[in-house]
């Protein structure tokens, strides 16, 4: 690590018009009298004057108001200043330079910010560079600059000019929308694209139907114009977490549930929010970066976002709660504090030329990728969650050709619930919506299931959906359990004696007699076709076929000997088990 003396070391020893900073002039600002000739003694002079911490504060006292509040930002600031945080204050304090102390403007990758002080300012003392100040001058400064204060200025209500679209308020309804989309995966096909295991356009628009609220798309008329689910912002964070918790995983091309679905649709919104939140934090294959659609990024190497998403969570904890917020103003406050919580962890980010076709470093500011990081982060996720409620409006990006390219749903404004403050960490008060009672169901002697209001009327609903037919769906569910609702049930992979233990489990009268004894049938009858492939022997003559399995040396290898069986095309398996059927006969193929 450089040192001061290394610092001065690297600066000239004479004054030019050609060079900025030089020993001599350091010496003259520092005020040293006299100031050697010698580089050498130069360099001593300068390192005895900046080892007094004195020296370094006293440099503030001496500047105007302009100079003073430029410093005392880059100090509060977590690094060098962005050309609108500059420009902020050169407007704050109507600062024109004139040409002979400026040389040029600002550059927005660098700190290149010492134009804004005079020649002759005592602020030249700090910059031993030019591109910046020494930490171990900041480190001295901190102590003696009031450090940055994040403040929240509620919005009370919106102007036009934000240009808000939608309001859009989950909270703890966010559950009902995973419920949905967890039954609508149990009960109907939704295939993914072999490529990337995306849902295809055919299933976003399925989910568009059954969540009950369109998917705000803008630009477009409905969801049939999307090409993508990628194009979708809800849906697509559904789907993210969903998968990222486990719930659900991709086989052969379609959405599945696993085991975790039945435990989930238990709990309640809070329960929920906290498991899911968990799994988007440690989630390795959520990237939000890919989500900034209006660009073209790479990054150094691909990482783990966890570090990212527990900075916006940090951010997101000193919010006001249940008020609405500028997604700006949360913004300056992450980059003022945290201005590289993504560059740590992505190292250099490219940038893709559509003019060059050809990436270069990043031509985008601050907040064009990081600020857009933190956007994805809390629209499609935190809000999916019920975490915050959003307002939206739409966003757009230009190409480098001019044209107009890229629409997005922008987040302007958002507002901390007092769930999402509860689960978050910000508050330890939260008083929770009344949770029902745990509920069962009635079965009625005529094989109708009637499932009421309660806490467990997911569960039961998710479990009768994978086979039984739904008769009535409002404030009660009702389901028949016939003949074909078995049938399904075997197709499914579900035994009758499951579903007679989950009746006997959750059933809140007891099991009719009828209707037992009839199950219990099914039991033995769904056991007894069978469409299976086998290899055997086979012989036309009912004598040697004896002779052959009173042999020792091939009696050893028969593993069970048919005793009514017709041998049938194999391609016809499916037709000939939906005949059996509708003869009343159960027939499963192993």
């Known amino acids: 690590m450089s040192t001061i003396r290394d610092y001065l070391w690297?600066?000239?020893?004479?004054?030019s018009p050609y060079n900025e900073v030089s020993l001599p002039k350091l010496g003259r600002l520092a005020g040293i009298r006299p100031f050697p000739k010698q580089k050498a003694k130069m360099v001593d002079e300068l390192v005895k004057y900046y080892s007094f911490s004195s020296n370094i504060v006293d440099v503030l006292k001496r500047l105007n108001s302009f100079e003073?509040?430029?410093?005392?930002?880059?100090?509060?600031?977590s690094g060098p200043l962005g050309e609108d945080e500059i420009e902020k204050i050169v407007k704050k304090h109507n600062f024109k330079a004139s040409k002979s102390d400026r040389s040029y403007y600002f550059s927005q990758s660098k700190e290149y910010f010492t134009d804004y002080f005079g020649k002759n300012s005592p602020a030249r003392v700090l910059f031993l560079k030019k591109l910046f100040i020494p930490e171990d001058f900041l480190t001295i400064l901190r102590k003696h600059v009031k450090p940055f204060e994040i403040k929240y200025t509620p919005v009370e209500k919106f102007s036009p000019k934000d240009g808000i679209i939608g309001e859009i308020v989950l909270r703890e309804g966010f559950k009902d929308d995973f419920i949905k989309l967890i039954r609508l995966i149990n009960t109907a096909k939704l295939s993914v694209t072999k490529k990337t295991s995306m849902l295809t356009k055919s299933a976003a628009v399925k989910i568009n139907n059954v969540l009950g609220y369109g998917e705000i798309l803008v630009w477009k008329q409905g969801i049939e114009e999307i090409r993508n689910v990628k194009e979708t912002t809800r849906i697509f964070g559904l789907y993210m977490l969903l998968i990222s918790s486990g719930i659900i995983s991709v086989e052969k091309g379609s959405v599945v549930l696993t085991l975790k679905s039945g435990d989930i649709v238990k709990q309640n919104p809070v329960e929920m929010c906290t498991t899911l939140m968990n799994a988007y934090i440690e989630a390795s294959a959520i990237n939000e970066l890919d989500r900034i659609r209006e660009l073209k990024i790479k990054t150094a190497y691909h990482p783990h976002f966890k570090k990212c998403r527990e900075t916006v969570l940090k951010h997101l904890?000193?919010?006001?709660?249940?008020?609405?917020?500028?997604?700006?103003?949360?913004?300056?406050?992450?980059?003022?504090?945290?201005?590289y919580y993504l560059t740590e962890q992505v190292g250099e980010i490219l940038s893709y030329s559509e003019y060059d076709r050809y990436y270069y470093a990043r031509m985008q500011g601050w907040h064009e990728i990081e600020g857009r990081f933190v956007e994805v982060v809390l629209l499609e996720y935190l809000h999916t969650m019920g975490i915050i409620d959003a307002a939206v409006a739409e966003g757009c990006h230009y190409s480098d050709y001019g044209d107009h390219e890229t629409e997005y749903l922008s987040l302007?404004?958002?507002?901390?619930?007092?769930?999402?403050?509860?689960?978050?960490?910000?508050?330890?008060?939260?008083?929770?919506i009344a949770e029902e009672e745990a509920s069962g169901f009635v079965v009625q002697p005529n094989?109708?299931?009637?499932?009421s209001e309660g806490m467990h009327k997911q569960v039961h609903n998710l479990f009768f959906d994978r086979f039984a037919k739904k008769i009535a769906d409002d404030a009660a569910n009702i389901y028949c359990l016939n003949f074909k609702a078995i049938v399904n049930a075997l197709d499914s992979g579900i035994a009758v004696r499951e579903i007679i233990e989950y009746l006997e489990r959750h059933c809140d009268n007891t099991l009719p007699d009828n209707v037992r004894k009839t199950l219990e049938d099914w039991e033995r009858e769904s056991k007894r076709?069978?469409?299976?492939?086998?290899?055997?022997?086979?012989?036309?003559?009912?004598?040697?076929?004896?002779?052959?399995?009173?042999?020792?040396?091939?009696?050893?290898?028969?593993?069970?000997e048919l005793s009514y069986a017709a041998e049938i095309n194999g391609k016809a398996s499916v037709n000939i088990k939906r005949e059996i059927e509708k003869k009343n006969h159960f027939c499963i193929i192993e």
């Open 317 to 339: 904890r000193t919010c006001p709660i249940n008020e609405w917020i500028s997604m700006s103003e949360f913004q300056n406050n992450i980059k003022k504090t945290d201005r």
């Open 68 to 77: 003073r509040e430029l410093i005392e930002e880059r100090v509060r600031s």
């Open 412 to 432: 302007e404004f958002f507002k901390l619930t007092p769930m999402g403050a509860f689960v978050i960490g910000a508050t330890d008060k939260y008083k929770p």
């Open 529 to 560: 076709i069978r469409i299976r492939k086998i290899t055997i022997v086979e012989t036309d003559d009912k004598y040697l076929m004896e002779e052959l399995k009173s042999s020792k040396s091939i009696c050893k290898y028969i593993q069970k």
């Open 10 to 15: 690297e600066l000239p020893s004479q004054s």
């Open 447 to 451: 094989f109708d299931i009637i499932i």
